[in-house]
């Protein structure tokens, strides 16, 4: 029987989480369980770290799982290399869908930076407006340059910001263009850091970006394992039946 189990944590993995429940497939999703509020699934959803490569592992075979599919954003590299791992160890199959990463286009600004670290060096020592889009882990790295103003979207407001000027915005992706464009006037924002996440989901504010001619400082991924991927919802559905058919 096929029973895969999702690792998700974005919106590609919930598009995915519906086609698979329109096409009455008995998956399994998973998340980490950072936000407060995820979004619902219409799948049976479980919440939490599995507990390392071992740890995955364990679960895969005690759940009687058929099929990994990885759609974790492509900065979870941790949790993709367990994946991998875990189904190296244990003989299933892993798929991930992976987004592909954005290309600077005419008129864009960018910097590629290869980590957080790199990010927060190639900041300017002057004191500015900073959208520093990035999520809400990591923020620590930018109390370097304490001299900025931070500008953060969170999905959950913040206990406490380890930055001295930062402000956060509540709000959850999808995010439009009218809606960033409007975000970076407002908060005359003067460069923008942002992980080069891929998708259209968060590209918005890089397209306000090149309209407004603001400098975007983008983090490259972080390497991934070797594995089988696809781009598309309709691809990973191919691949299930497939294997259904035994092909
Ligand atoms: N990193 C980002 O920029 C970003 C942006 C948007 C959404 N997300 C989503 O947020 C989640 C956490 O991201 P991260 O960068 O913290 O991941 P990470 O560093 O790769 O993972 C750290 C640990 O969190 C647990 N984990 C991660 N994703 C999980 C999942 N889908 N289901 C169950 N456990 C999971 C695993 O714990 P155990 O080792 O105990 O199994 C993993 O080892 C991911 O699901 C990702 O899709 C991340």
Redesign the pocket.
């Known amino acids: 029987m096929l029973h895969p189990l999702i ?4 919106t590609e993995a919930t598009r995915l989480a519906h086609a698979l429940a329109v096409a009455g497939v008995q998956a399994v999703f ?3 369980g ?1 936000t407060d509020a995820p979004v619902a699934q219409p799948l049976p959803t479980r919440i ?5 490569a071992a ?2 592992a364990e679960y895969l075979r005690a759940e009687r799982i058929s099929h990994v599919i990885d759609a ?2 492509p ?6 290399r ?1 994946a991998a791992e875990a189904c190296a160890a244990t003989g299933i199959p892993l798929l991930a869908l992976e987004r592909k990463p954005w290309v600077a286009g005419d008129g864009d600004r960018w910097t590629g930076v290869p980590d957080l670290d790199a990010a927060v060096a190639a900041l300017p020592e002057a004191p500015g407006r900073i959208f520093l889009a990035i ?1 809400r ?1 990591h923020l620590q790295a930018f109390a370097a340059k304490p001299q900025h103003h931070y500008l953060l979207r969170l999905v959950d407001p913040p206990p406490a910001l380890p930055l001295p000027k930062a402000e956060a915005v509540i709000a959850r992706g999808p995010f439009t263009l009218e809606g960033d464009l409007a975000l970076l006037a407002a908060q005359d924002i003067g460069l923008i850091v942002a ?1 080069n996440s891929g998708g259209e989901g968060a590209r918005a504010k890089l397209e306000a970006a090149r309209q407004r001619r603001i400098a975007v400082i983008l983090i490259d991924r972080p390497a991934l394992p070797e594995r089988a991927s696809v781009e598309t919802v309709a691809e990973v559905l191919d691949w299930l039946h497939q294997a259904r058919l035994g092909v």
């Open positions: 690792l998700g944590g974005t998973s998340y980490a950072r939490g770290g599995f507990g390392g740890g995955l974790t954003h900065f979870a590299a941790g949790m993709s367990n999520g882990q992980k």
